[in-house]
């Protein structure tokens, strides 16, 4: 009989074993509870019980002392008490990676083409006719002889200068990137989660700069009431604190931090949700959460502007729909000459990831 016989999904088929399956889960859980593996392992015990996501001959105890042999976790000799190694830190990292590029391949591409030809190191499908100083590797020998068979003909086959083609490659120029995280108390309010895919955000993007892009630098940077920064391995821990918006702190600490960089290429990504609503004066906090402060807002729009003095233009992520909150952020992106985007939650990843990318392209003359 012709036809399609449709069966339950199973997993296996896919090459993956169980513990993989497992632990698939596992690191989708730390993100969620800033690495802590012993309140991710009793969520995992309650999915286990509602999903079975274990059965008879696998259990949670046999993914658990697999995960200790694995070196995924560790334990603690006088205490007793469990923690993930830098095994699973990376792990987490990776994981925040290949989810980020999966929505990236789901989604058209061009909503940020700032590509420029030039000579350098990606090959472009564009080609153009020869101009004097092109070099001898940036001849299309295929698109030049078939150009010259055309124009000549076979018989009396002859290549000529205007039959040359030159194919076009885009120069990926290094680049150093501060990424500045808003982890004041708004990013956990009204009951949506916006700080664990701003961590993702941070651990894909640094996950993939230090595997495919090694000679860029990456620094992160938190702020609250001020501001300070984390190393990447500490990325899965970060979590939101009872603090205000000192942006000024975050922008300040970002170019100190690029001050030391030798890249001719420096920018700054920011994720933020909230208004700026605090500022250090001598040793004293200034806080205004009602509204917009104008000395506030005026420190914030001279360090975009001393920005665009130093070339480093700042990318501002918003995730928020305030009307009020959005002209602020177009005068402070006008200020810096730079960009901004009010990205959703589930498409932050791609849009960081996009900008990322097509910075990283210099045309080169």
């Known amino acids: 009989m012709i036809g399609h016989h449709f069966t339950k999904f199973d997993p296996n088929r896919e090459g993956k074993s169980k513990f993989d399956q497992l632990l698939d889960v596992l690191m989708q859980l730390l993100s969620y509870t800033n690495g802590d593996i012993t309140e991710a392992l009793n969520w995992m015990n309650q999915l286990d019980k509602e999903y079975e996501l274990t059965d008879n001959e696998y259990g949670m105890g046999d993914f658990i002392e697999e995960l200790r042999e694995k070196g995924y976790i560790q334990e603690n000799p006088a205490s007793g008490q469990i923690s993930i190694t830098s095994k699973t830190e990376q792990g987490i990292r990776k994981k925040s990676l290949e989810e980020i590029f999966g929505k990236l391949k789901k989604t058209k591409q061009g909503q940020h083409h700032t590509f420029k030809p030039g000579q350098g190191d990606e090959i472009s499908p564009d080609t153009r006719p020869y101009q004097f100083g092109d070099t001898l590797e940036q001849i299309d020998f295929t698109t030049s002889i078939l150009n010259a068979q055309i124009n000549h003909g076979i018989d009396s086959f002859s290549m000529q200068e205007d039959d040359l083609s030159i ?199």
């Open 167 to 365: 194919r076009e490659t885009d120069f990926k120029a290094q680049t150093s990137t501060v990424l500045m995280i808003d982890i004041s108390h708004s990013m956990i309010l009204y009951g949506e989660d916006r700080i664990t895919p701003a961590k993702k955000v941070a651990m894909a993007l640094s996950e993939l700069i230090t595997t495919k892009y090694p000679k860029d630098t990456l620094d992160i940077v938190v702020f609250g009431n001020d501001a300070w920064p984390v190393e990447i391995k500490d990325l899965p821990y970060l979590q939101v604190g009872p603090y205000h918006t000192n942006t000024v702190a975050g922008l300040e600490m970002a170019m100190d931090l690029l001050r030391r960089r030798k890249n001719p290429n420096k920018q700054i990504f920011m994720i933020t949700d909230g208004k700026p609503t605090c500022l250090k004066v001598g040793k004293r906090y200034y806080k205004n959460s009602f509204g917009l402060d104008r000395k506030i807002t005026t420190r914030c729009l001279n360090l975009a502007a001393q920005c665009k003095k130093l070339k480093i233009p700042i990318t501002t992520f918003m995730i928020a729909t305030d009307p009020y909150l959005q002209r602020f952020v177009q005068e402070f992106t006008e200020t810096n000459n730079g960009k901004a985007f009010f990205a959703s939650l589930d498409k932050l990843g791609a849009f960081i990831f996009k900008d990322f990318e097509s910075g990283r392209r210099k045309t080169v003359y």
